[in-house]
């Protein structure tokens, strides 16, 4: 997230409401990355797959350091079957 621009955005005294990938999330599409990735003998190296999905701690830390008060901060499971 970049917090300047995502801060720009919200007025004083407004409110920040999204909907981000969480902690886990693709861990079965990274897994099954690195194993394919193995099997045709080929590196996985993690630069080159920047996907970033924090902890609600880290989520948080992140907004209250961007100036922004969390007054909720919530884990939402979507079980979605491709």
Do not use: C
């Amino acid at each position: 997230m970049n917090q300047l621009s995502q801060r720009v955005l919200v007025k004083k005294g407004g409110r920040f409401v999204a909907e981000m990938g969480g902690h886990g999330n693709i861990a079965s599409i990274v897994w099954a990355l690195q194993k394919s990735m193995e099997e045709l003998k080929l590196s996985y190296i993690e630069d080159y797959f920047p996907w970033y999905f924090p902890t609600l701690e880290e989520y948080q830390s992140k907004l209250e350091g961007a100036g922004f008060t969390v007054e909720m901060i919530r884990y939402m499971s979507a079980q979605h079957r491709f």
